[in-house]
């Protein structure tokens, strides 16, 4: 369908649409034309994708300007089911495109999704991922290319990298939409790497999609993010999770292993260094003069196949200034980070839990060693230039180092925001030390600033991210629009229940000093059982931890319960490997489809819970067992709460309330798709029926909690679940156009009535201002005067 | 060459033939025809059944392995002369099945410990409560109805012979008691025949048939064998040949070291004995339960070689290869960018629990083996094929497209010409008798004027009114009835239900008989005359329906119940049964 927002024609895949995506697209132009930032909440399973990106292709189209999108998502699924949505969306303008011209604009319209060099390999040998990495670094570093080309045969090239340079630049692929796997497919093809193409092919690009870490760890960012030009639209879907990205992103974890590595390492450069110098040592006298000149030029030809790794910090200024004296000459700075690592590990000697504020680690460092902050500042940048220098090949086997010289930038650079933790023991009650130093960033906003000063637009949207205002206070923005939309239904599709006790009155909970006791335990498993009994095709189960979730499933099993739940359906669970429980969702959707049913068991905010949808038959019942709290015990988590309250004024147990609800709200918000598809929600847990906990629920949730099933037992819960399915199955007889499905013509009728009010207001406007101008005559009116009886 | 050893008439489904008992098959011959019809190996002849000595039909049923409802046939010479035949095939067949059972029974069947008295290996002994044995019974009790009715059969099944066609209704009236309870009033009772009884009801049937025939998968429980503790302290486990195969389905090891050492290095019962007691039957069990026997466990210089380590590393033993859907695939989000952050706090990582994920990959693995052995492997590569239609399928809001706007399912039909056709002569003929212009002007004559006419509309306020009060009182009415105890004598109330249950019936059966029938899933459509007689002799019953509600009435004031109260109760059923009456009169003689 065509129509006009305001004077933007856009184009919708669809021949309906829901209200909802109407007022997003309205709200998301708003935004776009105010070139400012935007949060918007829209009910999962509506659409978002599809509104965004029709608006935004409208919007580039229409307009001269051609601002980019940069759209980020989560995870890997979610950027191939973005690509697809794209494509469709594009094949749809070119078919319905009023004239060839038209159509040729759409034909030339170009849309990538980048991943990582592992996941768009298609070099036959190596298939594990830091290895595929550092195999690809050796193979296309511009050394061993140069090597390569000038003397065929002395050393290994990469043939598919090769091609690529064969071919004219901005012309590697074709123009069109292309999936991760049509790019893979093209690659595979014509013989040219489909991760250099897309990476040489982005700044010919109107749309690229990638996960977040892409534009918000600035390891990553600065190589791949840096060109893009100010008035890109850059959008962060699925954006509910974002400040926990951010937070990771600068964030590093350093073990004792990792210090042994980093220490072999530091003696290989060295040698490597010696060797050098014997043979070449006019190399090491030109990087010495380039690094007095200062970083910038010192790193300016850098291209993509060259970097070993970024600078961890963004702001740019500091790359300008010249290096230190001090590490400048190479032997000088592997003896500086020799000195460095060897200091970390007297650190992890310490028997205590230690936590300390960069500032006086860094005294401390001094006081130990003599390191001084300035130069450590320069730490990653130095190796980077040194590792270049060398030559170095298989990299993987530095990545210890780099950690360790990433964590000496980072600690060196920022004051606030950050925490160092040194915890000697895994667990409290560990007797073997396996001291592990966090250094832990606590203030999202620190990852995410240089993106919002860069750019002028950035829209932050996903399904659940309520309370609205708790994101611009954490990420210290300033949006211009900030909305959530209610879902129009003109019947229930989906039924949230709240169960706060099983069927023998027994209160359940995960909290933890009830979540082990026996009748918690199997009142939690007959929720699934009696689930299972009637519940057609999936259903999915998820706990609040790995740790629950793997005990729940032991004791489950030795109490006979699963053994009733294999009675009606297959049982599938999450496992820590990420490709088994591929296999096992593959395989659950195949029991889902061919109406065998299946559970699957797996864990909120675990790999799942993130990026895998379950709609229609994969999902019609999602069980949520216990409020998805954060381990509170955990020393990381209690600073951040500590720096949020002092900075932010935000209370811990909001926070924590906050984030167990959000990630509630996003498992069971992963069972709709589309307003004819329903499911049931389950909250398993007494808590859940308190009203302060329930307001942190999206609203189109809320909305549709009512008094009576938020507290119910499993019995009742039942009931209602029996008498939901039975009515919702029934063949829809009202018509949901007009209410909840819009056409072209509701469309208008809804844009006249806005115009109208518009126009009202205006008017009042007017006539208030019409008074406001005249004579004051303190609101008493001529006639009150002349009935006044004095 | 084959030799033979009895033969004798008989027919098979309907059809006159020979049967014939051979050295090596059962065979039946259709008259007038060379190669027989049927031919039973007897290798394959699993149970036999006759009807009852005296039984007017003299018949001989032979069931098969894997197949219950076997073959049916029916003696077709004269009474005295049939028997003796059937009686010779009875005692041969009846030695050649009892030697094919001992074969199949030579499956290990024995216990630990004390080898207890075997549990009967599914004894298909023919008692009361075995479907299979009731041919015998029905014979007689059909041959009775068929004899005073004149419907040939009972409406059956296409495709479904009799005896499974019995066989159903059983079920069916097993399953709901209501309806058993119906039957026996009237078609035991013999006021109606078993024919007329499921006339009309034989989508009831069907759908019987279509659970049964159903494809059942495997049962989704693990295999688990749960000793029981006899006197004594010792422990049994009862082994059956469905549990031996189960073990050897669920693990191959075990079929591996069955082959390996039985009989060789150890017997029968031997095996099992020490497979129980070794450390690989603790592993397979794999439940945390079993980590705490396991050091009680002796070590097994047999069974302990076949031990694999635990699967409980946070990568799985078996790798898994090939590609993974792109929209399922959890491994490529890790791949995606470099391992950022803090490390998860002690409660998210996942495997920390040990102990549950050699239970948790069985569990994975049990499904994947279910799945696999009902749809075969996965079919991951014939998707693959049109990938563009699979990612949009992924993305699609179906209920945006305009539903009008779709092609729709083109009807494929053989001969489509032909029935257009048909069609199209047949209507043309009164297309071209109506006149459009004449219609459109009396259509226009009468819409003249009509917005004066509408303006005239007067709704009568009365009547409405009257509606709403009549409503109104409905409902009281029923409240007032709800809030009543129910307090008739519970002997009358049940009088009074089988009476209305069995006049409904009654009604039903005569309103099917006066209506053209629809259902086209009778084999046996009744003639017209037969219909009228049908109904006729509804008629004589629902006269008599008058009576039996006299008779109720009777009780109730002899028990001194006020009479008032029943006749309100009946009258309902009183007043359809008069209209059925009437309706009869008015069919039979219209000039009165």
Redesign the interface.
Known sequence: MKFLIDDLPIIFPYDRIYPEQYMYMCDLKRTLDATGHCVLEMPSGTGKTVSLLSLIVSYQQFYPTKRKLIYCSRTVPEIEKALAELKRLIEYRIKYAENEESAAKERNFMGLGLTSRKNLCIHPDEKKGNVVDARCRDLTNSANCEKGRANPGSTELCDWHENLGKLEPGSLIPAGIWTLADVLEYGREKGICPYFAVRRMMPFVDIIIYSFHYLLDPKVADQVSKEFSKDAIVVFDEAHNIDNVCIESLSIDITRPMLDSAVRSVTKLGEKIEEIKTTDAAKLQDEYSKLVEGLQEGLSEENDEDSFMANPVLPDDLLNEAIPGNIRKAEHFVAFLKRFVEYLKTRMRVLHVVAETPLSFLQHLKDITYIERRPLRFCADRLQSLVRTLEVSRLDEYSALQKVASFATLVSTYEKGFLLILEPFETDNATVPNPVFHFTCLDPSLAIKPVFERFSSVVITSGTISPLDMYPKMLQFTPVVQETYPMTLTRNAFLPLVITRGSDQVAISSRFEVRNDPAVVRNFGSILVEYSKIVPDGIVAFFPSYLYMESIVAAWNDMGILNEVWKNKLIFVETPDANETSIALENYRRACDNGRGAVLLSVARGKVSEGIDFDHNYGRAVIMFGVPYQYTESRILKARLEYLRDAYRIRESEFLGFDAMRNAAQCVGRVLRGKTDWGLMVFADKRFARADKRAKLPRWINQYITETSSNLSTDMAITLSKLFMRTISQNPNENQTGISLWTIGDIKKAQEKQKALGLEQRQQDRDTGGIDDGYDDGGIEDQMLIDLDV | MQTTICTAKASYKKAPGLLELTNTHLQWTQDGKKTPAVRVPHAEAFSLFCSKDGAPQVRLKIGLVGDDAGHNFTFSSPQPISITEREKFKKEMTMIISRNRSASELAPKLALSTPPPAAPVSAPAPTASDPKALPARIATHRAASVASERRAATPVLTGIDPVSDFRLRKKVLVSDPELAALHRELVISGQISEAEFWDGREHLLLAQAAFENQKK?K????V?PRPETVEGGEIKIRITPQLVHDIFDEYPVVAKAYNDNVPSKLSEEEFWKRYFQSKLFNAHRA???SSATQHVVREDSIFDKYLEKEDDG???RRQ?TGD???????????????Q????K?????????R???P???K??EH??K??NS??GE???KRRRVD?KEY??S?????????PE?SNGIVLEMQDRQRYFEGRTNAPEETAEKLDLKSMILESKANLFNWESKLNQLKIERKSGDAALLSMTQNVAARLDVRTKKNDIPEGLFRQMTTCQTAANEFLRQYWLSTYPPTDVQTVVAATSAQRGAKAAKMIGYLIRTREKVDAIIRTAQAAGFDPNRIEVAMKPLLDSVNWALTSYQNRTNPRV
């Open positions: 998968g049962s989704g429980q693990l688990d439940s945390i339960r946070l990568e799985p898994v993974i859907d792109v929209f399922v695939n959890l491994g490529a989000t890790l791949e995606d960018h470099g950022t952050g803090n490390d706090d002690v409660t998210m990582q996942a495997g920390r629990q102990g549950a994920l239970l948790i990959r569990f994975n499904s994947e279910l799945l009902a749809l996965n079919s991951s990938m990612e949009y992924q993305v699609d809001l179906d209920d945006l497209h305009d706007a």
